[in-house]
Every structure is written in structure tokens, then in C-alpha cells.
């Protein structure tokens, strides 16, 4: 397991610890559901509502968390404006 | 009538002459208003191939059916008309007090043709109007003509005018109305610019009669609701529009891949930084705020006064850039300088430039600069180095003025480049206009693409584009049709789209209905929204505007892709997801030519079929 910051720069009203720990070689789409749960929101709806970074590239699908990992950002999508 | 006067007026400015004419429930409900009315009429009066800045030239203000009659969110008004950037159709919006005021005042709509000798300006208070000399206020700014009119008029007027950039024919210039509300792309100042008719002031004290109190009652009270306590997962949105607008979002989209960044070539994260970004904090211009304010009919009131006593431009009372404006002349600058940001909005206001346009012009200029393309000398003087605030306000100071490059960047990017003869590479535009400040490379977000390039009003992010179905579900044409459909009611009824989050399911359409008196369902939206978009695209089909002749820079579809951040190595295909759009349109996919019995199909379009001689 390693300790990763999180960090929520949205507009929902989402709360999140500021620190999670996951299992190293967590897919992108294990940490989306942990993150989903721990808000309690839909998969679907959270992940069209957010783009994520981590250390500052996209974590998407084929991305895993490494050792080396530390902070995950997680942007609200626009709604235009 | 319900829902309007059921009357337009027509202004001939060459010979100082007006016209009423009077219009019915059934074009009411075929056309909706806004830019449907407006379509619908410049297809038939304008000729094919006027110059927009010519005495053919048609310039239109219409209102809606939710203006002045109840719905909540229903106060914007729309110009329609040739644009001089694009060659094609235009319409831009605006809220503020001018449409519903001009409603009450006794019309639906203004159409002005012709050029006046001598600078003029409209009055129309209750029913009379009167074209009256402008000399003393040409040369005034948007802000000082209102005064003006005020002292002379009345001190409730409403008035729409143009500032410096239209009086020079600018092709960034815009047209204000209630001191500061933009109608903003496409070049429509320099439309009335060129017509020599300097303001149009209003009012109104009538009342319009709506056939179903009832229902506008009971979506407003939910809407109401909905904003005073809104639920997961809108209350963030909604709270942070109603504390901040749209400037809630400044920050967050300046890092997360939604705002360009660096002329569209960079990435929020890596060029911009969050230390650069959290000046862009909504919290961060609290410190100016003297009072909120909204537009007509608003209960969202999202934007802000402010007072500058400080800093390097004390610019005493002025308003908070919206997020559009502080994209533009923010991060795509790279430029952390918030005072720089809120002089370049008091600027662009005053003189009438559109910010989304002028902003993106800097950054252009800036790109060109940086690489060797434009000098010092060209740009009179100015060091335009990425993020250089003092060069930001001085650029955009010099198209205010008409004045050394400003006479030649204030045109827009292609104008320029052309003007030049270099920069070519760098420009951030579709078919000559510049984007509005929302990336299509962001991830979720590929429905942008489409209307950027394709819509008969490129380089927009309020005309649809569905975000939602893959571009591999075969699906995704009839959803983005669905979606722009929607939009052209949205649009075209007088409601705003920022205030979209808080409306009930078929809001707008049950607004529609109830105003004008009439089942308005989703069905008939679907095809009106379908017709309204037809006339707008049959516009530039006239003007020779076949879907292969619309472009859009290579950087904004990510060729080459973005090397960093959130949208690294996105690629986007226009070209794809406009074969879907126009297919599920009915349309040619090389020419964008719709076919003749799609057109009878949606009815209310035998002025297309002629005019495109289908
Ligand atoms: S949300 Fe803002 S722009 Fe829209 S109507 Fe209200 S005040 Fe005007």
C-alpha cells in the first residue's frame, strides 16, 4: 500500500480525506471506484464529472499507481460559462 | 398575442424612414424567436453575397418569448447578421435589461438596413420611435452613452451601443448594452458601426400577455427552490455561480485542461502553474466586490460590481471579469496579473471589443512574438513577451484606440496574419473567428469539436455538441443533433444557459408553451430546434459557405497533440463527428447541402428550399 494526497479542486460537494491509501499497481479504474464509494456516488456520474491527475498526468485507463506516486488531483469537468 | 407585440420594426438608416410590420402566433411557434425570427427574416430580405459592413447589410435586435413575460432565466435578447469575420451567419446574445425593456417599449424586434449620412440613434419609448442626430455621442464610450442617454431621456432607459472599436469598423468590436452586457462575437459593432448607428435606447412600461400564468409560475417556484437549497451533486455549481459566477470556474479550468493555456499550445499544469493559477482563486477578487447584480428575470444574479482604488490601474467602479474574459486574457496569456485581467475587461466594455476575441488576439500576438515572427517595431513599440501584463493592457489599449497595430490586430487573428502576411501557424481560430475559451482536447469533454468548427457560428461553446455518447456509438449524431436542437431553443426562446443547471427537466419548452399558448412538447422542440439550426446553416449555404470551406486551426483538434498535463496526447476528429452531426441532419457530408424533403420534413423552411433553389 502506498499513502497518496488527494487534492480536489471541485465544485461538488464532495468530501475527501486528504490522504488515501491504495495497493501499488491499482488500475485507474480501481482507485476511480474507492474514490467513487467514499463519496458515495455513481462510478459513471463521478468519472463524467471529473478529470484526474496524477503527479500531473491523466490517470486513465493503462495508467497504474507506482511506488513513486504522491499526489492525485481531481479537477471538476466544466459546465461551460 | 401571447408572448409578443406581434410587431417588428424595419429602420431603412439611408433614408431616415421606419416600418412596422406585424407577425403571428403561427410564426411565433414555428420560429420561437431570438435568432430563429432573425434567421428566418434575413434569409428573406437580405440578398445573397452583401457586404456585412454595406448598405444591404441587415442588422437585427429580437427578442424572446420568455422575455418580459415571467420565466425565470428569460432575459437575454439576440443581434443577428451577416458577420464581417466570418462571411457567414451571425448571432451573439446578451442579457441585462435591454430585451425584455424593448419588448415592453412595443416591439418584438429591430431590423435596420441602410446607412445613415450622420451618426444617429435610435428612441423608442412606448411605441413612438424617433431617429435622432448621435454627434455629441459619437466618440463616447459604452459606459458614457448610457449616461448620457439617461440625463437626456430618461433615467430608466435602456440602451444598446457601440463604443470605439464598432465606430472604427473593428471586426473584435461588440455591442453593450446596460453599460457593460456584451452581444459579443462576430464582429456585430462593426456592423452598426459601419450603418453609422452609434446606440439604439429603450423604454418600455407595457405589458405582455402570456396564455398560462399558471405554468411559469410552477417552474419558476421550482427553479426557486432549486436554487435556494440546490441538491448533490448541483449544489457546488449553483452556490459557487450565485457567490462568484462564472468566475468560479476560472481556476479550476485553468489547470484541469478546460481553459487554452498559452495560445492554445500549453497545458494549465505544467506552463501556468498552480502558484500562477491561484490568482484566478474566486475568493481572490472578493476583495474588490461592492454589490452582485443579474440580468432581467435572474435569480441567479451571477455577476458583480467592483471598485478599484489601488494597484497599477485604480480603475475605480468596474465589474468582475467573467470567465470567459479572464481565460482569454489570463492563462491563454500566460498572465497571473489580475489587475491586468479587470483593465483589460473595463477596456474591452468601454470600447466595445468582444474579450474572448481580444484576449485571444494577445495571445496570438504574444505566440508570434515569442518566436520571432512579430517585432517590437511592428507592434509600435511593445515587448509582448508571454505573461507581460503592462504589453497586455497596452495591445489591447491600441485596438481600443484604432490606433497604430491595434488599427490591424484589432481585426482578429486571421485578418492580421493576412494583413502581415506571417503567422499563419499560430493562429487559434475555425473560419476566421476566434474559440471560446473551453478546450475540446479536455478529457469527457470531445462535444465541443463539432460546434467549433461546424456550427453556422463557429468557434462556439453555447451551441451544443453532445459531450456524453462516444464517437463510437452510432448513436453520437443523434445525440449531438438532439443536443444543438435543445440548445437553438435554449437560445432562441431569451433563456440563459448559465442558469441551464438549475432548471427542471423540459423547463424551457414548458416556458414556451405556456407563453405562447401552444404543446410545446419534446417532440416539436426537437424539430423546431432542428429548423431554427437549418435556416442559420441555409444563411451561409447562400453566402457559398459549404461544409468543406469551414476550418478550424490544426492545435485546437490536438495536431500535433498537447506534449503535457491533462490533455496530453488527445486527438480529436472534427471531421468524424461532423459526418455524424450532418448525416443525422439530413445533410450532404462533403457540402453540408441539406436534402429538400429533410427540409419539408421539418416544415417552415420554404424560404431555405428556394433560396438554396433545392
Ligand atoms: S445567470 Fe448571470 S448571465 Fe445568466 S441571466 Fe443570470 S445574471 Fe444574467
Known amino acids: 500500500m502506498i499513502s497518496i494526497r488527494i487534492r480536489y479542486i471541485g465544485f461538488h460537494p464532495y468530501v475527501f480525506p486528504e490522504e488515501m491509501s491504495f495497493p501499488v499497481g491499482s488500475s485507474a479504474g480501481d482507485i476511480f471506484t474507492v474514490l467513487a464509494e467514499t463519496v458515495g456516488v455513481d462510478y459513471d456520474v463521478f468519472l463524467y464529472e471529473h478529470v484526474f491527475l496524477l503527479d500531473g498526468v491523466r490517470l486513465e485507463e493503462g495508467v497504474f499507481l507506482r511506488p513513486e506516486s504522491r499526489e492525485l488531483m481531481i479537477f471538476t469537468m466544466s459546465m461551460g460559462g | ?40 427574416i434575413l434569409l428573406e430580405r437580405m440578398p445573397a453575397g452583401a457586404d456585412p459592413l454595406g448598405p444591404d447589410s441587415m442588422l437585427g435586435f429580437v427578442t424572446g418569448p420568455t422575455n418580459a413575460t ?48 450622420k451618426p444617429v440613434y435610435l428612441w423608442i419609448k412606448d411605441g413612438e420611435v424617433e431617429l435622432r442626430d448621435a454627434s455629441h455621442l459619437w466618440g463616447q464610450d459604452c459606459k458614457e452613452v448610457w449616461e448620457t442617454l439617461k440625463q437626456e431621456l430618461d433615467p430608466r432607459v435602456r440602451v444598446a451601443t457601440i463604443g470605439s472599436a464598432g465606430e472604427n469598423l473593428l471586426l473584435s468590436s461588440n455591442i453593450i448594452n446596460d453599460g457593460h452586457r456584451a452581444a459579443g462575437r462576430g464582429g456585430c459593432g462593426a456592423v452598426m458601426g459601419s450603418k453609422k448607428l452609434k446606440a439604439i435606447a429603450v423604454r418600455g412600461t407595457g405589458a405582455i ?9 410552477s417552474v419558476n417556484q421550482v427553479i426557486s427552490s432549486t436554487l435556494a437549497d440546490p441538491p448533490a451533486p448541483l449544489a457546488g455549481y449553483l ?8 468566475t468560479s470556474l476560472t481556476y479550476n479550468s485553468a489547470l484541469s485542461g478546460d481553459s487554452p493555456v498559452k495560445n492554445w499550445g500549453g497545458s494549465g499544469i505544467v506552463d501556468f502553474g498552480e502558484q500562477r493559477a491561484a490568482i484566478f482563486k474566486p475568493e481572490v477578487g472578493d476583495q474588490y466586490l461592492t454589490s452582485h447584480y443579474g440580468c432581467a428575470q435572474c435569480p441567479m444574479r451571477c455577476g458583480a460590481e467592483y471598485r478599484v482604488d489601488t494597484g497599477k490601474w485604480p480603475l475605480g467602479d468596474t465589474e468582475r471579469p467573467e470567465y470567459e474574459t479572464a481565460a482569454a486574457y489570463g492563462c491563454n496569456c500566460l498572465n497571473d496579473d489580475f489587475e491586468a485581467v479587470m483593465k483589460c475587461n473595463e477596456i474591452c466594455n468601454r470600447a ?9 488576439i494577445v495571445a496570438w500576438v504574444m505566440e508570434c512574438y515569442d518566436n520571432g515572427v512579430l517585432t517590437k517595431e511592428e507592434l509600435d513599440g511593445i515587448e509582448a513577451n508571454w505573461g507581460n501584463a503592462e504589453a497586455i493592457v497596452a495591445l489591447t489599449e491600441k485596438i481600443a484606440a484604432a490606433e497604430g497595430c491595434g488599427k490591424i490586430i484589432g481585426n482578429g487573428q486571421l485578418w492580421a496574419a493576412n494583413y502581415y502576411g506571417k503567422g499563419h501557424e499560430y493562429l487559434t481560430t475555425a473560419s476566421g473567428i476566434e474559440l471560446g475559451m473551453h478546450d475540446p482536447r479536455m478529457p469527457g469533454v470531445d462535444g465541443y469539436i463539432r460546434p467549433f468548427q461546424y456550427d453556422p457560428t463557429p468557434g462556439r461553446h453555447v451551441k451544443g455538441g453532445d459531450n456524453r455518447t462516444p464517437l463510437s456509438d452510432p448513436n453520437r449524431g443523434n445525440a449531438d443533433v438532439a443536443k444543438t436542437a435543445g440548445t437553438e431553443i435554449l437560445n432562441t426562446s431569451g433563456m440563459c444557459l448559465l442558469g441551464g443547471a438549475a432548471l427542471p427537466p423540459n423547463a424551457t419548452n414548458n416556458f414556451v408553451g405556456a407563453v405562447l399558448g401552444f404543446d410545446f412538447t419534446p417532440e416539436l422542440s426537437l424539430t423546431t430546434g432542428r429548423r431554427i439550426w437549418m435556416l442559420r446553416h441555409a444563411f451561409n449555404l447562400r453566402e457559398g459557405i459549404t461544409r468543406d470551406k469551414m476550418d478550424i486551426a490544426p492545435r485546437i483538434a490536438g495536431n500535433p497533440p498537447i506534449a503535457t498535463g491533462p490533455n496530453a496526447g488527445i486527438v480529436r476528429e472534427p471531421e468524424k463527428a461532423g459526418d455524424l452531426f450532418f448525416e443525422a441532419m439530413g445533410c450532404d457530408l462533403k457540402t453540408g447541402m441539406p436534402k429538400r424533403e429533410v427540409l419539408e420534413q421539418l416544415g417552415g423552411l420554404e424560404i431555405a428550399i428556394e433560396q438554396l433553389g433545392l
Request: aromatic content about 14%; cysteine-free.
Open chain 2, 1 to 40: 398575442m401571447n408572448g409578443f407585440n406581434g410587431k417588428m420594426l424595419f429602420v431603412d438608416l439611408t433614408n431616415g424612414t421606419t416600418q412596422v410590420e406585424t407577425f403571428d402566433e403561427k410564426f411565433a411557434q414555428t420560429y420561437v424567436g431570438g435568432y430563429g425570427f432573425g434567421a428566418r
Open chain 2, 70 to 117: 415571467g420565466p425565470l432565466f428569460g432575459g437575454r435578447y439576440t443581434v443577428v447578421h451577416k458577420s464581417p469575420v466570418t462571411g457567414g451567419w451571425n448571432d451573439a446574445n446578451s442579457g441585462g435589461f435591454f430585451g425584455p425593456e424593448l419588448k415592453r417599449a412595443g416591439f418584438d424586434a429591430i431590423f435596420f438596413t441602410g446607412i445613415s449620412e
Open chain 2, 209 to 217: 400577455e402570456v396564455a398560462d400564468k399558471d405554468t411559469i409560475l
Open chain 2, 239 to 246: 452556490n459557487g455561480n450565485k457567490k462568484w459566477g462564472t
Open chain 2, 352 to 360: 466595445g471589443i468582444d474579450t474572448i476575441t481580444g484576449g485571444s
